[in-house]
């Protein structure tokens, strides 16, 4: 490893320490609340347009494999939109608590943050669900819709936890590969997105789609529908951290520079320091 990537490095844990003796980050705390929630009402909304028996879209689709395939391109465009929303660009957009344990464990977001981190994801997914079930009401309740809760599949427990593994492997691999590379960096949330959107499509049969506890809890809190909510709960931190664990294998713990998914020159970062540069 280059002399330059160590100190910067170096800089960055320094960094980290200051930032957690300065206090808590409420406002980036807030912005991971209200991104999830964000997602999760969009999947609600989006689940209800094209699977709700009374949507007209729904009708003019009959069939399902079609509808799958626009609720992960809408649902893969959102991921986008957060990611490199204002929003997004300031507090990393994990969204998920996957995501940040990940990076807890590979000591680029403190304990405490991470913890809070978490904490405001599974409130936010909550609230999401629950802004929708206000204005939706027994919509949102459908059997064909239940909350856009996610369970196994027909295929069983088994593939449900294989096809949340391998999903949320590939995922942790894709961002740390993207996001630490010096040309590649920028299009991190892009390919973020668009894997949502494949998953969706080709492996929530299996699984529904989760890759993350708190989008499942939820949607499983007002639903109540607690079907294989273990696998969600641990299945996708574990694969993630075995990603985690490849690549550090490969490329060297220092090699992972930041936990921002999208690392906008524009804006300050607590997490590595970094000082936005605004335009002018």
Not at 218 to 241: E, K, N, R, T
Request: aromatic content about 10%; some cysteine.
């Amino acid at each position: 490893m280059s002399t330059s990537v160590q100190q910067r490095n170096i800089e960055i844990e320094r960094v980290q320490r200051e930032s957690s003796a300065a206090g808590l980050h409420w406002p980036e705390y807030a912005i991971e609340a209200a991104l999830l929630g964000l997602f999760m009402g969009s999947a609600c909304l989006f689940t209800m347009l094209f699977e709700l028996p009374s949507s007209p879209v729904r009708n003019a689709l009959p069939s399902p494999i079609v509808r799958r395939v626009l609720i992960g391109v809408a649902m893969g465009l959102t991921a986008i939109a957060l990611i490199y929303s204002p929003w997004g660009q300031r507090s990393g957009a994990h969204i998920n608590p996957s995501v940040t344990l990940t990076f807890a464990w590979l000591r680029k977001i403190g304990s405490i943050d991470a913890l809070f981190y978490v904490a405001f994801q599974f409130a936010g997914a909550v609230f999401g669900v629950w802004v929708v079930s206000m204005v939706a009401q027994m919509a949102l309740a459908d059997p064909r819709v239940r909350y856009a809760s996610t369970v196994p599949g027909k295929a069983g427990v088994v593939l449900a936890a294989i096809g949340e593994f391998v999903i949320s492997f590939i995922q942790m691999t894709a961002v740390l590969h993207l996001s630490n590379h010096p040309r590649l960096n920028r299009i991190t949330g892009l390919v973020a997105g668009a894997l949502v959107a494949t998953y969706i499509t080709l492996e929530s049969p299996y699984s529904g789609m989760s890759m993350n506890p708190a989008r499942t809890f939820g949607s499983a809190l007002p639903a109540g529908i607690w079907q294989g909510f273990a696998i969600y709960l641990f299945v996708p931190p574990l694969a993630m951290l075995a990603a985690a664990q490849l690549y550090i294998w490969k490329r060297g713990a220092q090699s992972v520079a930041c936990c921002k998914l999208d690392h906008s020159p524009k804006v300050n970062c607590i997490f590595c320091g970094m000082k936005g540069k605004s335009d002018e």
